[in-house]
Each structure stands twice: as C-alpha cells, then as structure tokens.
C-alpha cells in the first residue's frame, strides 16, 4: 500500500519562498505520474501541478504558473514543490497523490500559511 508524507509548510510573508517534499512509499515510485493539490479553508480541494513519471513533463494551474515549480528524485522517492512569490491567497493544506486521478490514499498534508 502506498503511503504518502507531506512535510516542508509553515507560516511565511508574502513573497516569500517554501519548499515542500512529499515521500512515496510502498509503491513502484518511478511509474507514476504525480500532482500536488491544495485545499483551502472552505473550498475543495484543487490541483495545482503535476509532473510525468519520468520528471520531463509538468504542468501548472494558471493560478501559480511562474512561482511555483515542480520537481521529483525518483532515486528519493520524493516529489517537491517549490513555492517562490507567495501570496495570500496560496494558503492552504497541500497534500500529493497520484497524477491524473489521486489513486493514492491522502497523507496528512502540510499547512502553509502566508500571512500579508
């Protein structure tokens, strides 16, 4: 069974930078596709990129193309997501699962909070 630990949230000012990691374990790693998604307080929870099995393709919602990066170590286990030019509006539980549908069981997600 496949187990997903988010880590890397907190409490930053706008404009500023986070990085999160989330470690997949259980799983033949390296075959999936994989997306972060995000849930804020009161709204469902939404993607907000994903990246190919391999790390060649990524693809971004237009509400953070250009601040946020995607990236994954399949030697690690290990998908990131960069978050650079914070805004508000960025907070949020981010959580990873799998790419194109979240076939995984959630993990506990990591809070990031950007406070004005």
């Known amino acids: 069974q496949v187990q997903l630990v988010e880590s890397g949230g907190g409490l930053v000012q706008s404009g500023g930078s986070l990085r999160l990691s989330c470690v997949v374990s259980g799983g033949a790693f390296s075959s999936f596709a994989m997306g972060w998604y995000r849930q804020a307080p009161g709204k469902s929870r939404e993607l907000v990129a994903h990246?190919?099995?391999?790390?060649?393709?990524?693809t971004y919602a237009d509400s953070v193309k250009g601040r946020f990066t995607i990236s994954r170590n399949n030697g690690r286990y290990t998908v990131y997501l960069q978050m650079d030019r914070l805004k508000p509006d960025d907070t949020a539980v981010y959580f990873c699962?799998?790419?194109?549908?979240?076939?995984?069981?959630w993990g506990q997600g990591t809070q990031v909070i950007v406070s004005s």
């Open positions: 699962n799998g790419y194109p549908a979240p076939y995984f069981y």
């Open positions: 990246i190919s099995n391999g790390g060649g393709s990524t």
